[in-house]
Every structure is written in structure tokens, then in C-alpha cells.
């Protein structure tokens, strides 16, 4: 499956639109890494326990993105996003894109 940000596929041919199609993942930190990115914040330097979170909690935004795709028939996404929010103490990504189907 091709997942794009651009609104197109270069050397492919868009056949079907089939709608805008959502990842959305919300993940909570538990308290020790919490505690250890607070020590962190108070001291200085990069809060590596937080940017590990993000890594993955975007994978699996994008992956519920393409499992989404194919449940309505798509071999393709485009026009992708990714946008981050937090509630709290836990940490929200929703991948957004518009799925289609390419020859």
C-alpha cells in the first residue's frame, strides 16, 4: 500500500476515490517514564522517554490508517497528515488521508 502526503502518485492513475479515512491511536505514559521526563524537563536535555512514545504512537496511527484503507477497498492513501495533541498525560495522534484506488 502506497501512503503518500502528496495529492498524487506519480506514473500511477487514480481510478476511485473511496473517502477520507482516519488513524487515530491515544496512548497514556505510565508514571516512571513520566517521573524520568520530569527530571528531565527540570534539568535540561532531551526527553528521549517522550520522543520514543511519539515514534511509535505515529506507526501505529499510520498503520491503522492503512488497515482502515483496505477495509474500504483502497491500495492507497493520499494527501496525509499527522497532527499530535495531549490530554493530560496522554498522548494523541490522528493520521488523516483520503483513500483511493490506483492501476
Known amino acids: 500500500m502506497i501512503i503518500t502526503t502528496t495529492n498524487e502518485i506519480k506514473g500511477k492513475e487514480i481510478k476511485e476515490y473511496r473517502g477520507i479515512i482516519f488513524g487515530e491511536v491515544i496512548n497514556g505514559i505510565d508514571y516512571g517514564r513520566d517521573f524520568a521526563a520530569a527530571f528531565k524537563n527540570f534539568y535540561g536535555g532531551r526527553v528521549t522517554e517522550y520522543e520514543e512514545e511519539l515514534v511509535k504512537s505515529r506507526a501505529d496511527a499510520i498503520k491503522e490508517l492503512m488497515n482502515r484503507a483496505e477495509q474500504v477497498g483502497a491500495n492507497a492513501v493520499i494527501g496525509v497528515t499527522v497532527d499530535y495533541e495531549t ?9 488523516t488521508g483520503t483513500a483511493v484506488v490506483i492501476e
Open 87 to 95: 490530554i493530560e498525560t496522554m498522548l494523541m495522534v490522528v493520521a
